[in-house]
Nanobody, 121 residues
Framework: QVQVEESGGGLVQAGGSLRLSCAASGTMFSINIMGWHRQAPGKQRELVAT???????NYADSVKGRFTISRDNAKNTVSLQMNSLKPEDTAVYFC???????????????WGQGAQVTVSS
Protein backbone atom coordinates (compact mmCIF):
# COMPACT_ATOMS: atom_id res chain seq x y z
CA GLN A 1 0.00 0.00 0.00
CA VAL A 2 1.55 3.27 -1.12
CA GLN A 3 0.88 6.23 1.11
CA VAL A 4 1.56 9.92 0.61
CA GLU A 5 1.59 12.30 3.53
CA GLU A 6 2.04 16.06 3.55
CA SER A 7 3.35 18.24 6.35
CA GLY A 8 3.79 21.95 6.78
CA GLY A 9 1.43 24.66 5.67
CA GLY A 10 -0.41 27.03 7.95
CA LEU A 11 -1.18 30.72 8.16
CA VAL A 12 1.20 33.43 6.97
CA GLN A 13 0.99 37.10 6.04
CA ALA A 14 1.35 38.24 2.47
CA GLY A 15 5.00 38.40 1.50
CA GLY A 16 5.94 35.64 3.88
CA SER A 17 7.23 32.12 3.28
CA LEU A 18 6.12 28.59 4.01
CA ARG A 19 7.53 25.17 3.26
CA LEU A 20 5.52 22.08 2.44
CA SER A 21 6.97 18.61 2.66
CA CYS A 22 5.67 15.27 1.46
CA ALA A 23 6.81 11.71 2.01
CA ALA A 24 5.83 8.66 -0.01
CA SER A 25 6.03 5.25 1.61
CA GLY A 26 5.28 1.70 0.60
CA THR A 27 6.59 -0.77 -1.93
CA MET A 28 7.43 0.96 -5.19
CA PHE A 29 9.91 0.08 -7.89
CA SER A 30 10.34 3.74 -8.84
CA ILE A 31 8.73 7.13 -8.44
CA ASN A 32 8.65 8.90 -11.76
CA ILE A 33 7.01 12.19 -10.89
CA MET A 34 6.42 13.99 -7.62
CA GLY A 35 4.46 17.17 -7.46
CA TRP A 36 1.96 19.54 -5.97
CA HIS A 37 -1.47 20.68 -6.98
CA ARG A 38 -3.70 23.11 -5.14
CA GLN A 39 -7.40 23.82 -4.87
CA ALA A 40 -8.84 27.09 -3.70
CA PRO A 41 -12.45 27.36 -2.48
CA GLY A 42 -14.85 27.27 -5.40
CA LYS A 43 -12.11 26.61 -7.93
CA GLN A 44 -10.78 23.60 -9.76
CA ARG A 45 -7.64 21.84 -8.66
CA GLU A 46 -4.62 23.21 -10.52
CA LEU A 47 -1.04 22.16 -11.00
CA VAL A 48 1.53 24.06 -8.97
CA ALA A 49 4.82 22.28 -9.66
CA THR A 50 6.23 18.90 -10.62
CA UNK A 51 9.66 17.33 -10.56
CA UNK A 52 10.90 14.24 -12.34
CA UNK A 53 13.24 11.60 -10.96
CA UNK A 54 16.00 13.27 -12.96
CA UNK A 55 15.30 16.67 -11.45
CA UNK A 56 13.43 18.34 -14.31
CA UNK A 57 10.92 20.82 -12.95
CA ASN A 58 7.71 22.37 -14.20
CA TYR A 59 5.87 25.29 -12.62
CA ALA A 60 2.57 27.05 -13.07
CA ASP A 61 3.11 30.55 -14.44
CA SER A 62 1.49 32.00 -11.34
CA VAL A 63 4.21 30.65 -9.05
CA LYS A 64 7.33 30.88 -11.21
CA GLY A 65 10.09 32.76 -9.47
CA ARG A 66 8.41 32.43 -6.08
CA PHE A 67 8.07 28.68 -5.47
CA THR A 68 10.79 26.04 -5.65
CA ILE A 69 10.19 22.31 -5.78
CA SER A 70 12.85 19.83 -4.77
CA ARG A 71 13.04 16.11 -4.06
CA ASP A 72 15.19 13.57 -2.31
CA ASN A 73 15.07 10.35 -4.30
CA ALA A 74 16.76 8.34 -1.55
CA LYS A 75 14.08 9.33 0.97
CA ASN A 76 11.11 9.50 -1.44
CA THR A 77 10.34 13.01 -0.33
CA VAL A 78 9.41 16.20 -2.13
CA SER A 79 9.30 19.74 -0.80
CA LEU A 80 7.79 22.99 -1.96
CA GLN A 81 9.41 26.19 -0.76
CA MET A 82 6.95 29.05 -1.16
CA ASN A 83 8.24 32.61 -0.95
CA SER A 84 6.61 35.99 -1.53
CA LEU A 85 3.23 34.46 -0.81
CA LYS A 86 0.10 36.22 -1.97
CA PRO A 87 -3.49 35.96 -0.73
CA GLU A 88 -4.37 34.25 -4.01
CA ASP A 89 -2.03 31.40 -3.05
CA THR A 90 -4.51 30.44 -0.34
CA ALA A 91 -5.62 26.88 -1.05
CA VAL A 92 -5.37 23.27 0.01
CA TYR A 93 -2.14 21.91 -1.39
CA PHE A 94 -2.05 18.27 -2.44
CA CYS A 95 1.09 16.23 -2.91
CA UNK A 96 1.05 13.43 -5.43
CA UNK A 97 3.38 10.80 -6.81
CA UNK A 98 3.40 8.81 -10.03
CA UNK A 99 5.05 5.45 -9.49
CA UNK A 100 5.66 2.03 -10.92
CA UNK A 101 5.46 -1.30 -9.17
CA UNK A 102 8.01 -2.88 -11.51
CA UNK A 103 10.29 -1.90 -14.37
CA UNK A 104 8.23 -1.19 -17.47
CA UNK A 105 5.01 -1.61 -15.53
CA UNK A 106 1.92 0.53 -15.40
CA UNK A 107 2.03 3.99 -13.91
CA UNK A 108 -0.04 4.66 -10.83
CA UNK A 109 -0.74 7.85 -8.96
CA UNK A 110 -1.38 8.45 -5.27
CA TRP A 111 -2.48 11.65 -3.63
CA GLY A 112 -2.08 12.98 -0.11
CA GLN A 113 -4.90 14.32 2.02
CA GLY A 114 -3.89 17.93 1.52
CA ALA A 115 -2.38 20.71 3.61
CA GLN A 116 -4.04 24.07 4.13
CA VAL A 117 -2.10 27.18 3.22
CA THR A 118 -3.71 30.50 4.14
CA VAL A 119 -2.14 33.83 3.20
CA SER A 120 -3.60 36.89 4.87
CA SER A 121 -3.48 40.34 3.29
Amino acid sequence: QVQVEESGGGLVQAGGSLRLSCAASGTMFSINIMGWHRQAPGKQRELVATISSGGSTNYADSVKGRFTISRDNAKNTVSLQMNSLKPEDTAVYFCYVVWQARAGGLLYDRWGQGAQVTVSS
